[in-house]
């Protein structure tokens, strides 16, 4: 999360937002999608440079043309995060990430190097709330994928 993008902003690879925003619908089913969304303030995205180009602080009532002249289209939904919003998310995601870490250490130690001929699965303990990690590798690639069965707790897939 971060100040400029949206709070319900949740990716393109989702059909609806978290408030409930269908984006095909909103802003349209082709290829630019990604050019019109208004989920972003000003210019922080990553994919070339696209955004739509409003200032921070101004407000996201209008249409705003982008640089190859499509129309951005508003969103009544959108919504800055506040200062403590981000600063919790940012807490929240590291301690995730430790967490995620020391359960992929765990998968490490129980991979087969070079991969397998087979497909492996075990169930192990869990490193992090001592319940039911499930691992799997893959004979085709020699992935580890993990996932334990306490809800929240953690899963990953390389």
Known sequence: MNKGKCIHYNGISNE??????????????DDGIFLRLPCFLYDER???????????GEAVVRKEIDRRGQTMIPCDKFLEPTDEQVEQDR?????????????????????????????????????????????????????????CETQDCVSWME
């Open 16 to 29: 609806v937002c978290h408030a409930g925003v269908f984006y095909k619908s909103a802003f349209g089913a």
């Open 91 to 147: 807490i929240e995601t590291e301690a995730h990430m430790q967490k995620t870490v020391a359960a992929i250490r765990i998968a490490g130690a129980w991979r087969i190097k070079p991969k397998p001929t087979h497909d492996r699965r075990e169930v192990v303990e869990c490193p992090i709330c001592k319940g039911r990690l499930h691992l799997s590798q893959s004979a085709y690639n020699g992935h580890v994928h993990g996932k």
């Open 46 to 56: 990553p994919a070339h440079g696209r955004g739509t180009y409003i200032k921070p």
